[in-house]
């Protein structure tokens, strides 16, 4: 199994960014995903998930109105599309996949900096 974000960087506050994760090694379309990140001194958060189809999505409160969750079964990609950001959404975001209701992998994460 390996996942593989990109998309991360730095951006004022107000702003967005696309994050994107590429899978490979399993069976893309048979797994729910998720994204979590983690803050700078802080334990990890979970931010969002969806299910194999994408047609069923859910946020943490703290992200719900401002991201979307998406993927591409056909290009093996989850999708993060981040608007409104907040210094406090600065973290390390991760994929992963959901096993059994676990986070069963996860990538090497990439770097979301909000600042002005």
């Known amino acids: 199994v390996q996942l593989v974000e990109s998309g991360g960087g730095m951006v004022q506050p107000g702003g967005s960014l696309r994050l994107s994760c590429a899978a490979s090694?399993?069976?893309?379309?048979?797994?729910?995903m998720s994204w979590v990140r983690q803050a700078p001194g802080k334990g990890p958060e979970w931010v969002s998930a969806i299910n194999t189809g994408g047609g069923s999505t859910y946020y943490a409160d703290s992200v719900k109105g401002r991201f979307t969750i998406s993927r591409d079964n056909a290009k093996n990609t989850l999708y993060l599309q981040m608007n409104s950001l907040k210094p406090e959404d600065t973290a390390l975001y991760y994929c992963?996949?959901?096993?059994?209701?676990?986070?069963?992998?996860w990538g090497q994460g990439t770097l979301v900096t909000v600042s002005s």
């Open positions: 090694g399993f069976t893309f379309s048979s797994d729910d």
């Open positions: 992963a996949r959901v096993e059994k209701g676990a986070l069963d992998a």
